[in-house]
């Protein structure tokens, strides 16, 4: 079985081909490209040196078939991946605005990804598995929370470490039951990779400091503070330290922090130190924005190993 395992949606995205371009008026686009975070966390994973699997549905379309073969092609198990005959793969569009920023419509609602169910988590999914990666993304229907709390319980019982990345925007926190299922996987989890604002928000604290306190005091031993182009700061029991950003020309920033992700929790599994891990992380995250494509931006440690020798010392 795999080393690193995570639940959630595999989407499709479409993409405005001009900055500044709104979905008010008619426009190009260009895609699909293969996404979803789960589906990006877990492929950068795998292509960082550890043996993942995802469990996900796609509809019985080209856009479901362009992300599996995607997954395979770069090794992730794609054996939990199911077909809903009458449901079509989730899409994403996305347009991009001057200052930065982003508008998104998805399509996932009413997806194939829509119908993960309990019944599809099984604890011989969990066997020899190391790490179990939760999104918060994914809490987007009743029933993908409760197929992620059951994939909760069973990673407890068989004591796989569990790593949980919010990624959620800030007024579904106003929830109450998506609020009540994240406050869950934080009291939960080994590890979390939360974004400045995130970790405010989910833990109500406004001073980063003693809101990483009230985490530590849980169940988790480390937390990683992602803080985008300033680099991101470690914390764990007995000590912090800052680590510092790779600089690079931004050309699309959607998938950096699946990236960090799925390359720090790979390294954590194959031994490194979490300063190792999170070097690496970092050089991740900013290699992904270089490309254009949510899933284009993976890379091997190898082609990391370039990227931070082409940038010499960190920014």
Do not use: W
């Not at 479409?14 to 709104?22: E, P, S, V, Y």
């Not at 950068?44 to 995802?54: E, L, N, P, R, V």
């Not at 930065?100 to 099984?122: L, N």
């Amino acid at each position: 079985m795999a080393d690193i395992i995570t639940i959630g949606e595999i989407l499709i995205e479409i993409m405005a081909k001009n900055l500044g371009q709104t979905f008010e008026q008619t426009g190009e686009f260009i895609g699909p490209y293969p996404s979803g975070a789960p589906a990006i966390f877990i492929d950068q994973a795998k292509k960082a040196g550890s043996s993942t699997a995802i469990v996900s549905k796609v509809g019985n379309d080209g856009f479901g078939r362009l992300n599996v073969a995607r997954l395979l092609q770069d090794g992730v198990d794609v054996q939990y991946i199911g077909t809903v005959a009458d449901k079509t793969t989730g899409v994403a569009f996305v347009t991009y605005k001057e200052n930065g920023d982003r508008d998104f419509i998805f399509t996932i609602k009413d997806s194939a990804a829509a119908c993960i169910t309990r019944e599809d988590i099984t604890e011989a999914m969990f066997d020899d598995c190391r790490y179990f990666h939760i999104m918060g993304c994914s809490a987007f229907n009743e029933e993908m929370i409760a197929s992620l709390k059951k994939g909760i319980n069973i990673a407890r019982e068989k004591q796989v470490q569990i790593s949980f990345d919010p990624n959620v925007r800030k007024e579904l926190m106003e929830n109450e039951t998506i609020k009540e299922f994240l406050l869950f996987a934080l009291t939960s989890c080994d590890i979390f990779l939360p974004g400045e604002e995130e970790l405010k928000a989910i833990t109500g604290i406004e001073n980063e400091q003693e809101a990483v306190e009230a985490v530590l005091s849980q169940q988790a031993r480390c937390v990683v503070v992602k803080r985008g182009d300033r680099g991101c700061t470690v914390y764990e029991a007995d000590s912090s330290f800052d680590v510092k950003p790779y600089r690079t020309e931004e050309i699309d920033p959607t998938g950096a922090g699946d990236c960090f992700a799925g390359t720090f929790i790979s390294l954590m599994n194959q031994g490194s130190s979490t300063r190792e891990a999170v070097m690496y992380a970092n050089a991740s995250g900013a290699y992904a924005v270089s490309r254009k494509g949510p899933m284009e931006g993976t890379a091997t440690l190898a082609q990391l190993d370039q990227f931070i020798k082409e940038r010499g010392e960190q920014a």
